[in-house]
């Protein structure tokens, strides 16, 4: 698996660039948003990790234009902003994890396999489902409504697949997060609601009245089939 290290810091670079070598990690590094998001254009790498304060094009907005060119690949902020507002954008903007720093190595090594294994998962599944007049292609990473192609995440799959497995039930938070982002993920109610608020623009009519995702104040979220 080829990782994309998007990391202002020299030093810091090449120290995680060694440290997924060691673990059998091919590496491809960047110094700025502009050179990430030119070097994942034309290497096409397995997974990214973003710094979010680089000089010129920061992580957020290098995020947005990798997630253009590739709904699918797992993102993870690995960056000294860690307040609770960089967190809920990160999440919003699509990124499956948000890690501060200083870090562990065990356990960003450990969050890089948790998301390499559900993304991997999650490409096995490729059973098309419905949910009202949405049609959902989980292997194409892809919904489609009256004849219109909406491109979806693996993490979007993974929330609409298990909303639609419990039709007619309440989904907690901590429900969505266990299943969809891992039990060794810290839950962050604010960033699930604004993923939840990302993945309604994307997908329902009207997402100030959404009918695919009903939200069910104090208690989660749900699907009426």
């Not at 973003?50 to 993102?75: H, N, W, Y």
Request: with cysteine.
């Amino acid at each position: 698996m080829m990782v994309l290290i998007a990391e202002d810091d020299a030093n810091l670079r090449r120290g995680l660039a060694e440290l997924l070598q060691l673990e059998g990690f091919e590496t491809i590094t960047a110094e700025c948003g502009l050179s990430a998001v030119s070097t994942f254009q034309k290497t096409q790498p397995d997974f990214c990790i973003l710094d979010v304060t680089m000089p010129g094009v920061d992580g957020f907005e290098a995020c947005r234009q990798i997630r253009k060119c590739s709904p699918q690949v797992p993102i993870l902020f690995l960056t000294a902003r860690n307040e609770e507002i960089d967190r809920v954008l990160g999440f919003g903007l699509g990124a499956d994890d948000y890690m501060g720093k200083p870090f562990s190595a065990q356990e960003l090594i450990a969050r890089i396999k948790a998301i390499s294994r559900r993304s991997s998962a999650l490409g096995a599944i490729n059973d098309v489902f419905e949910m009202g007049d949405l049609k959902i292609d989980p292997g194409a990473l892809r919904a489609c409504r009256a004849g219109i192609a909406i491109e979806l995440s693996p993490r979007d799959v993974a929330v609409l697949k298990f909303l639609y497995q419990r039709a007619g039930r309440v989904v907690s938070r901590d429900e969505l997060y266990d299943h969809c982002w891992g039990q060794e993920h810290f839950s962050n109610s604010r960033a699930l609601d604004q993923f939840i608020s990302t993945l309604r623009r994307k997908i329902e009519t009207d997402p100030a009245a959404p009918c695919i995702i009903a939200t069910v104040h104090g208690a989660g979220y749900r699907f009426d089939p």
